[in-house]
């Protein structure tokens, strides 16, 4: 059972480049979250869904985008990157019963230069 | 005020001791709280949820004070493998209405 499998682990961009976060969960989760952490900083919600064909803004969208085609796949979408989204990227899930919270990704860890 | 407030710490205790770290939150609406454990360069992992009646798993406790708006974790006989930052979570409805706390880092000393 791999949980929620997050690619890649380490990434370098150049400013403006566009590219993909990928993340894909094997546990028939309905709900899946892109989070970012930054030093100093709580993990701040940047898009979720809460099933197949829907998605939300959280905290921090702009900059991100997301779609949710599958239940298993939650892509993360850097439209042209910036400096400022320097920062760790996690994927979560949460099944129905919210009492075992959630299952993170091992985390993509992304630098912008 | 911060939706979730918590002591980063470090909090630097020996082996064997006890600890116990504190989160405050501001939403009275809160619903479920959670503890997560992180260790450095990792992803948060589930340590236990907080139940309105506190709870126990082994040497950790929990407990929910709705009254004065706050959780606490206990850790007994502190061990090194104890050392990581310890998140608290509180969500407040939705999906979408989860916050998390920047995190109480804990090192236990040989």
């Known amino acids: 059972n791999a949980g929620v499998t997050q690619t890649p682990k380490f990434q370098v961009l150049k400013t403006g480049q566009s590219m993909t976060l990928q993340c894909a969960q094997d546990m028939n989760h309905e709900y899946m979250s892109w989070y970012r952490q930054d030093p100093g900083m709580g993990l701040r919600l940047i898009h979720y869904?809460?099933?197949?064909?829907?998605?939300d803004q959280g905290e921090v969208p702009n900059g991100y985008n997301v779609s949710r085609s599958t239940t298993e796949d939650f892509p993360l979408r850097l439209l042209s990157a910036a400096p400022s989204q320097t920062s760790v990227y996690f994927c979560a899930s949460s099944g129905r019963d919210r009492a075992y919270g959630y299952t993170f990704g091992s985390g993509t860890r992304l630098t912008v230069v | 005020r911060k939706e979730v407030e918590q002591d980063p710490g470090p909090f630097n205790v020996p082996e064997g001791a006890t600890v116990a770290f504190n989160c405050t939150y501001s939403?009275?609406?809160?619903?479920?709280f959670f503890w997560y454990r992180q260790d450095c360069r990792k992803e948060p992992k589930l340590l236990m949820s907080?139940?309105?009646s506190g709870n126990e798993d082994g040497r950790f406790t929990a407990q929910l004070n709705r009254a004065s708006q706050y959780i606490s974790l206990l850790i007994r006989d502190s061990k090194l493998s104890d050392s990581a930052t310890y998140l608290c979570v509180v969500k407040a409805g939705g999906y979408q209405k989860v916050t998390f706390g920047i995190g109480t880092k804990l090192q236990v000393i040989p």
């Open positions: 907080v139940y309105s």
């Open positions: 869904s809460v099933g197949a064909g829907i998605t």
């Open positions: 939403n009275s609406a809160s619903q479920s």
